[in-house]
């Protein structure tokens, strides 16, 4: 596991003081998790996405590789690939600032830091897959709650790169947060430009996003 820490790219996009203070003091309790703890979780998250029922089809799957006490989704992966599934992961565009493609992720690919220090995939035409032709997205949250709001790490990446989903809700994947069961609050303040999630799957249990009224 990467113990590189990213830091809030982005800056200049607006984020309210609450969420702020409630990223800082999320980030601070899964980075407290111990290496035990980390791997046990990894273990669960595991079991818990190869019994997601917006997995069952899927075939084309993008992930990430989890740093700053992210959970791990690893462990699902290796073993989801005996079963045909392919994985991509993130890549900053190298044109479209702020937005993401994903790149073919196997077991050989090579990585390279990109300019947060984070390892991605090189960029490759023929080896990239566009957003909207996946078919789930599993992606680290720093919170949740269970009306599908989520807290990222500030810099709206995913936000940009499936801001698309609001108008042509048909080609959206399935939008899967990860997260350890530490992170869930009861409540999350939003944005505007927040994309909401599907599920979101923990060490514990998968959660199933509530419509609320008003948001």
């Known amino acids: 596991m990467s113990n590189v820490i990213s830091p809030q790219p982005f800056e200049d996009h607006p984020n309210s ?3 702020s203070r409630l990223r800082k003091s999320l980030r601070q309790k ?4 111990s290496v035990q703890e980390q791997h046990v979780a990894a273990d669960r998250l595991a079991l818990n996405l ?6 069952y089809r899927a075939r084309h799957v993008a992930i990430y590789l989890p740093n700053d006490g992210e959970i791990d989704p690893e462990v699902y992966a290796h073993i989801a690939r005996q079963r045909g599934i392919r994985f991509y992961l993130p890549v900053l565009h190298p044109v479209h600032h702020g937005r993401l493609v994903f790149s073919a992720y196997t077991d050989s690919t090579p990585l390279t830091p990109n300019r947060f220090g984070i390892p991605e995939p090189p960029f490759h035409e023929g080896l990239r897959r566009p957003p909207w032709a996946l ?3 599993l992606f680290p949250l720093v919170g949740f709650d269970r009306f599908g709001g989520r807290l990222g790490m500030g810099g709206g990446f995913y936000d940009r790169t499936f801001a698309f989903t609001r108008s042509r809700p048909r080609l959206a994947p399935k939008l899967i947060g990860l997260a350890h ?3 869930k609050v009861s409540e999350l303040p939003l944005e505007p430009w927040d994309i909401p999630l599907h599920s979101v799957v923990t060490d514990n249990r998968r959660y199933r996003m509530k419509a609320k009224s008003g948001r």
């Open 181 to 183: 069961e530490c992170q």
């Open 50 to 55: 190869l019994q997601h029922p917006d997995l």
């Open 30 to 33: 899964r980075r407290s998790l």
């Open 17 to 19: 003081q609450t969420r």
């Open 135 to 137: 078919d789930a997205v």
